[in-house]
């Protein structure tokens, strides 16, 4: 029995349309320039339809991107305060140990007189420069401060006490440091001692009985002796004649400050004074 059905297999390659214009044809494999115009008609631009759900959609995001971004930037514009109490317009200060050691320590509230006549890191003349205004200070705090600075293992700071208790010369208690300051086993606190009391008015009395003290050496007594001359009065003539004849410096200076008491006070040299003149 035959079959109806047509033994000829259809053609896969649909035919093209009979109005259809001449660049939708198929291209001939053949031939490069139709694939390669066939390829750009791929990517023609065609216009998006948008939809009116999508514009809607526009401002609810808009909304939601400053909602979340906006409070983000007003606080990392605020300013901050760091450790050091500085404001900071948005930015954090971090602890970095690096950056630390090069930065100035933050001021401390013994930073003052007190605190820079103590400290060994300050020179001798800002020691000395604080130490006075200490002693310009009526202040029993001031006071105290400096008695303690004088007993310091220190001796710059020993020198710098001295330096601001001769303006306190007059109190007992600064008169008691500065006696045991003339005293002291270095040399140079001695002699600081001694100068800074002979610019000082009302020092005679302790320079002098220091001469006679036994706890101190021929270098103090030469140093106590030199710092009387604008300090001593005619009172002091008999205690220095007593070192007159020594040799040494301790007997030269004695020679120069007798003389000196005696012209800046209109004053006769003492009748066994030697015969002897400055150069």
């Given at each position: 029995m035959r079959s109806w059905r047509s033994s000829k297999k259809p053609d896969p390659t649909p035919a093209p349309s009979e109005d259809a214009g001449p660049g939708t044809a198929e291209p001939d494999a053949k031939d490069p320039y139709a694939?390669?115009?066939?390829?750009?008609?791929?990517?023609?631009?065609?216009?998006i339809k948008i939809r009116t759900v999508q514009l809607a959609l526009v401002p609810v995001f808009v909304g939601v991107v400053l909602l979340v971004v906006l409070p983000a930037v007003v606080v990392d514009l605020t300013p901050r305060h760091g450790p050091t109490?500085?404001?900071r317009g948005g930015e954090v200060e971090r602890i970095d140990p690096e950056v630390d050691a090069h930065r100035p320590p933050p001021p401390s509230p013994t930073r003052g007189p007190e605190g820079i006549m103590l400290s060994s890191e300050q020179s001798l003349q800002a020691r000395i420069a604080a130490a006075r205004e200490l002693g310009r200070d009526p202040s029993a705090e001031a006071l105290r401060a400096l008695i303690e600075a004088a007993k310091s293992t220190d001796p710059a700071t020993r020198r710098a006490?001295?330096?601001g208790l001769t303006r306190r010369v007059h109190?007992?208690?600064?008169?008691?440091?500065?006696?045991?300051?003339?005293?002291?086993d270095d040399l140079l606190v001695a002699r600081t001692t001694a100068i800074a009391l002979g610019a000082v008015e009302g020092s005679a009395p302790l320079l002098v009985g220091r001469l006679d003290a036994p706890d101190v050496t021929g270098a103090v007594h030469a140093a106590c002796i030199r710092a009387l001359p604008y300090a001593g009065d005619p009172q002091c003539l008999p205690a220095l004649?007593?070192?007159?004849?020594?040799r040494g410096e301790v007997g030269q200076a004695a020679l120069e400050t007798v003389w000196k008491i005696c012209k800046r006070t209109q004053t006769p040299l003492p009748p066994d004074f030697p015969d002897w003149r400055p150069r």
């Open positions: 694939a390669v115009a066939a390829r750009r008609k791929e990517f023609e631009y065609r216009p109490g500085g404001a006490a001295a330096m109190d007992p208690r600064a008169n008691d440091a500065l006696w045991t300051l003339l005293g002291d004649m007593r070192f007159v004849g020594e």
